[in-house]
């Protein structure tokens, strides 16, 4: 353990991270920044021929932040697990979706393992990232990397540390949000707080590797379940003649004992309507039901129906039918203002109002081509004529995008993101969430 301490002390410690997405990368340009020679490990040959050239592909992260390290020969990136064999350090960052039943789809983490272990040396630590369920460390990288070669806490170090990639996030990047760290042991523990302790300004020892698995869940649970209860606080306003947008806003004025959430077309990304099923499903093993993941899910995956019945009720309420109408969706991203369409609600809504027949275009600025859940398509110029539509339904409200022209051009808008508040026109034409 000293002598792999001291590797990390001196920056001497080859690191190698599994994985060089939307989480490893900016670790990737952490370690590298932080004095470490750090490879990117990926299967992704675009994404390793882009980092090797010292250029990024993904927004939060700029070139500028890339190419110096990889000019100094400190930064590298590869498609060839043999590099797993020289690295001191092995950070994982590897996808952890859901299967079609919603349950975990664990094959990346197993594969990374996998590798792992083929390659594996003594006195390697092991920080798995990966979202997943309470006891994925303990129970499935511990055996397969100590199994009985190597003794847990003195040859071979693991620990877990959940994600907490955030992005667009101009104010919180990898270095100042605080890291929660996990070890199998309390040795294991020590030399990944001494690893994270050189990139990250403040580490957040907990007591196992379990313990920090479920931080992340908690955290993911905690906005799934809050948005699903103003989604429903929003189906029951409807109902009731009252703007959710104001109650929410005016409730937001309390000074303690509230913290709002808005309402909106479904979930996205790859982490809140995600996480907590990864919960669930351990749960159900238990024989325990997760009665409010569940009834969150149920609201959160049932709200691109909702907006599909709004534009079908709007566009009736013209004398028109979907089946033949031109619908265009503004925007596509899974959040405001980034590029990141990952389990956008907008691909559940193109598909059903194709489903009714309808011919469905969309326009996002930072979404130029998709391809998701079937849905390949290309987005409208930023010119696009909004009054060539018979709906344009706003999903993502992304700031570049002129609201006061859709208002002023688009014969009829569904809006569920209530970005058109405080634009000025003619509201008698908005449907509102």
């Given at each position: 353990?000293?002598?792999?301490?001291?590797?990390?002390?001196?920056?001497?410690?080859?690191?190698?991270?599994?994985?060089?997405?939307?989480?490893?990368?900016?670790?990737?340009?952490?370690?590298?920044?932080?004095?470490?020679?750090?490879?990117?490990?990926?299967?992704?040959?675009?994404?390793?021929?882009?980092?090797?050239?010292?250029?990024?592909?993904?927004?939060?992260?700029?070139?500028?932040?890339?190419?110096?390290?990889?000019?100094?020969?400190?930064?590298?990136?590869?498609?060839?697990?043999?590099?797993?064999?020289?690295?001191?350090?092995?950070?994982?960052?590897?996808?952890?979706?859901?299967?079609?039943?919603?349950?975990?789809?664990?094959?990346?983490?197993?594969?990374?393992?996998?590798?792992?272990?083929?390659?594996?040396?003594?006195?390697?630590?092991?920080?798995?990232?990966?979202?997943?369920?309470?006891?994925?460390?303990?129970?499935?990288?511990?055996?397969?990397?100590?199994?009985?070669?190597?003794?847990?806490?003195?040859?071979?170090?693991?620990?877990?540390?959940?994600?907490?990639?955030?992005?667009?996030?101009?104010?919180?990047?990898?270095?100042?949000?605080?890291?929660?760290?996990?070890?199998?042991?309390?040795?294991?523990?020590?030399?990944?707080?001494?690893?994270?302790?050189?990139?990250?300004?403040?580490?957040?020892?907990?007591?196992?590797?379990?313990?920090?698995?479920?931080?992340?869940?908690?955290?993911?649970?905690?906005?799934?379940?809050?948005?699903?209860?103003?989604?429903?606080?929003?189906?029951?306003?409807?109902?009731?003649?009252?703007?959710?947008?104001?109650?929410?806003?005016?409730?937001?004025?309390?000074?303690?004992?509230?913290?709002?959430?808005?309402?909106?077309?479904?979930?996205?990304?790859?982490?809140?309507?995600?996480?907590?099923?990864?919960?669930?499903?351990r749960m159900r093993t238990l024989k325990y039901q997760a009665r409010f993941i569940e009834l969150a899910d149920t609201i959160n995956s049932g709200m691109p129906e909702y907006v599909v019945h709004l534009v079908q009720q709007a566009l009736n309420?013209?004398?028109?039918?979907?089946?033949?109408?031109?619908?265009?969706?503004?925007?596509?991203?899974?959040?405001?203002?980034?590029?990141?369409?990952?389990?956008?609600?907008?691909?559940?809504?193109?598909?059903?109002?194709?489903?009714?027949?309808?011919?469905?275009?969309?326009?996002?600025?930072?979404?130029?081509?998709?391809?998701?859940?079937?849905?390949?398509?290309?987005?409208?110029?930023?010119?696009?004529?909004?009054?060539?539509?018979?709906?344009?339904?706003?999903?993502?409200?992304?700031?570049?995008?002129d609201y006061a022209r859709i208002l002023r051009e688009a014969k009829l808008v569904v809006d569920t993101r209530d970005a058109l508040r405080k634009v000025e026109g003619d509201k008698g034409k908005v449907v509102r969430l």
């Amino acid at each position: 353990m000293q002598e792999l301490l001291k590797k990390i002390e001196d920056r001497s410690a080859h690191i190698v991270v599994v994985g060089i997405g939307y989480v490893g990368l900016p670790l990737v340009v952490e370690f590298a920044q932080a004095g470490f020679s750090v490879t990117g490990y990926d299967k992704d040959r675009e994404k390793v021929r882009l980092l090797g050239l010292g250029e990024s592909y993904i927004g939060d992260i700029p070139s500028s932040a890339l190419a110096p390290h990889v000019a100094a020969g400190r930064l590298r990136a590869t498609t060839d697990p043999d590099v797993l064999g020289s690295a001191d350090a092995i950070v994982v960052c590897v996808p952890t979706p859901l299967n079609k039943t919603k349950d975990p789809d664990m094959r990346f983490i197993l594969s990374a393992s996998d590798e792992i272990a083929e390659h594996q040396h003594p006195n390697m630590l092991i920080v798995l990232e990966s979202t997943t369920y309470p006891g994925t460390t303990r129970e499935v990288l511990v055996p397969k990397l100590t199994a009985g070669r190597y003794e847990l806490g003195k040859d071979v170090f693991i620990a877990f540390s959940p994600e907490r990639v955030d992005p667009g996030n101009k104010t919180y990047g990898t270095r100042n949000t605080p890291k929660v760290l996990g070890g199998a042991t309390p040795g294991c523990l020590e030399v990944a707080m001494a690893l994270y302790g050189k990139i990250i300004e403040t580490v957040v020892p907990v007591s196992s590797t379990d313990a920090a698995e479920m931080v992340k869940l908690l955290e993911n649970t905690f906005r799934a379940v809050n948005i699903g209860l103003v989604n429903e606080v929003a189906l029951m306003s409807r109902k009731l003649g009252i703007d959710v947008w104001e109650v929410i806003r005016a409730a937001a004025t309390k000074p303690f004992g509230f913290m709002p959430f808005f309402p909106g077309p479904g979930l996205g990304g790859h982490c809140i309507p995600i996480d907590p099923l990864y919960l669930s499903w351990r749960m159900r093993t238990l024989k325990y039901q997760a009665r409010f993941i569940e009834l969150a899910d149920t609201i959160n995956s049932g709200m691109p129906e909702y907006v599909v019945h709004l534009v079908q009720q709007a566009l009736n309420g013209e004398r028109k039918a979907a089946n033949g109408s031109k619908i265009l969706v503004s925007g596509v991203a899974y959040k405001r203002d980034v590029a990141d369409y990952r389990e956008s609600p907008a691909f559940d809504i193109i598909h059903q109002l194709q489903e009714l027949g309808a011919e469905v275009r969309y326009h996002d600025p930072y979404v130029p081509e998709c391809d998701e859940g079937g849905i390949v398509m290309r987005s409208e110029p930023n010119t696009v004529a909004y009054g060539e539509y018979d709906a344009v339904v706003i999903v993502t409200d992304h700031a570049s995008v002129d609201y006061a022209r859709i208002l002023r051009e688009a014969k009829l808008v569904v809006d569920t993101r209530d970005a058109l508040r405080k634009v000025e026109g003619d509201k008698g034409k908005v449907v509102r969430l």
